[in-house]
């Protein structure tokens, strides 16, 4: 099993919540690229999670983990709920956003890189990170 520091874990987490949220108000307020519904609540989810876990490195708390996993899961799924609309046409997919920037996509690398996408692996990331700083044992 991979063996991480728990300072540096926690660290690692904080410092994809700090790009992650750079990049999504770069994107928005230099590129104009205008969030849709979706990509909102994604962004409910992200923008608290600097704050907490920098808080939570700054204090070495490792039970930032309980609150801030939830958070970074229920973010997680609503990207992936946005990456699914964004490539299907699935009706059922539509019922989250009505909002057609919640199907547009901006960039597209390799056919299937999008912000979504990136939103959900960031998610996914912070999430594992917290899962080995809150479970790994001391010893």
Known sequence: ???L?????????????IIATCSSLYFSEVFGWEPCKICWYQRIAM???????????????RNIAI????????????????????KSNKPFLNLFCTDTN?????????GFITLPLLA????????????????QNDG
């Open 1 to 3: 099993m991979i063996k």
């Open 5 to 17: 520091n728990k300072r540096v874990s926690l660290y690692l987490a904080w410092l994809i919540s």
């Open 47 to 61: 923008y608290p999670l600097v704050g907490l876990l920098g808080i939570a490195f700054y204090r070495n708390d």
């Open 67 to 86: 609150y801030a996993i939830p958070l970074s899961l229920s973010g997680g799924a609503v990207s992936l709920i946005n990456y699914l609309a964004q």
């Open 102 to 110: 919640c199907i547009k996509e901006y960039f597209n690398f390799f």
């Open 120 to 135: 959900f692996l960031v998610f996914i990331s912070i999430s594992t990170l917290l899962w080995f700083l809150y479970y």
